[in-house]
């Protein structure tokens, strides 16, 4: 096994961070993922961790499937680049180019375009016809995704009694569910779907274990994916005020906003909010807030932190 790649992962996962934070009257911890990597951001490096070892260990070419501003092709790309990885990805739509499609190409990753309906039949596409390629659907989606949250979570949620974090493909909170058996675990739809919709349409996929504490938050996806309010930027920028971290628009504002005013177990109950990262993907709600006129309270930093992490806003192109 490469050993750079043992060694990337210990140092990385194992550092995230747990902070008290006290926000509209609720008390409670928050993980940190966002910390783990600047680019393979939040959960993005536990789902991804078990394709990397099994593509380094025969030697394969990773492909993948992603839409336009996908976190997840930013993760694929930089985790190929840096472990040498042939890498290649299937994006949804006809579009032109956007700042993280340039980040994957400039970072060595082969986009294919495709229409939407051909993109739905694909994304959740199992093993390649071709040998030396492995897939990953969309999101790190389906069961090694969700094994890699759970074995990469072991032990860090013995001290709660309830979780919350946002929802995608459902993969992360699959495996947090499948990591803390005695703990309520709830999962927050940030697309315009209910949470047993998320778990029928999984489950129509994969044959994995249904975990029986694993619960939802409906109703919070402001809209739909990618969709937002002047209320939730109001909610992120007081969070921001408040406590100095930073949410993205697209999944974590509305987990936060879901778990604080959802939320009613008592206050002996010892919470969680799991922060999974995702901010480049204000990289396409920035415009928006511009074009509305409207103010982001940590614009400043956030610009810096995409500035200095994200190749295709600032820096030269990889050698």
Not at 177 to 192: F, S
Request: aromatic letters at 10%; glycine letters at 8%.
């Amino acid at each position: 096994m490469n050993a750079f790649f043992e060694n990337f992962l210990r140092s990385s996962w194992l550092k995230t961070e747990i902070q008290d934070v006290e926000f509209q009257g609720k008390h409670f911890k928050v993980l940190r993922d966002d910390l783990i990597h600047p680019v393979i951001s939040g959960n993005k490096l536990r789902k991804l961790w078990l394709y990397l070892r099994e593509a380094l260990k025969n030697n394969k070419g990773i492909e993948t499937f992603g839409g336009p501003f996908s976190n997840h092709l930013i993760a694929t790309a930089f985790a190929a680049y840096t472990f040498k990885i042939p890498c290649r990805a299937y994006v949804r739509g006809l579009c032109q180019n956007t700042p993280s499609l340039e980040m994957c190409q400039r970072l060595g990753m082969q986009l294919q375009k495709m229409s939407s309906d051909a993109y739905r039949r694909s994304k959740n596409l199992g093993q390649s016809s071709n040998i030396n390629w492995l897939t990953v659907p969309e999101g790190g989606k389906g069961p090694i995704g969700v094994e890699g949250v759970r074995l990469s979570y072991k032990n860090t949620f013995e001290k709660y009694d309830e979780i919350w974090l946002a929802a995608g493909t459902l993969t992360t909170a699959l495996g947090v569910a499948l990591a803390a058996p005695h703990t309520r675990v709830v999962a927050v739809p940030v697309l315009k779907v209910n949470g047993i919709e998320l778990l029928s349409d999984f489950m129509s996929l994969y044959c994995i274990k249904v975990p029986e504490n694993l619960a939802f938050a409906d109703d919070y996806h402001f809209g739909g994916y990618a969709k937002w309010t002047a209320e939730l930027l109001e909610f992120a920028n007081e969070f921001y005020l408040e406590s100095g971290i930073m949410t993205d628009l697209v999944y974590t504002a509305k987990s936060l906003y879901a778990f604080i005013h959802h939320s009613n177990s008592p206050s002996g109950v010892r919470k969680l909010w799991i922060h999974t990262g995702g901010l480049q993907g204000m990289i396409g709600i920035l415009p928006q807030i511009k074009k509305k006129k409207l103010h982001l309270a940590y614009e400043t930093p956030l610009v810096a932190h995409l500035s200095a992490t994200h190749l295709a806003i600032n820096g030269p192109k990889p050698e």
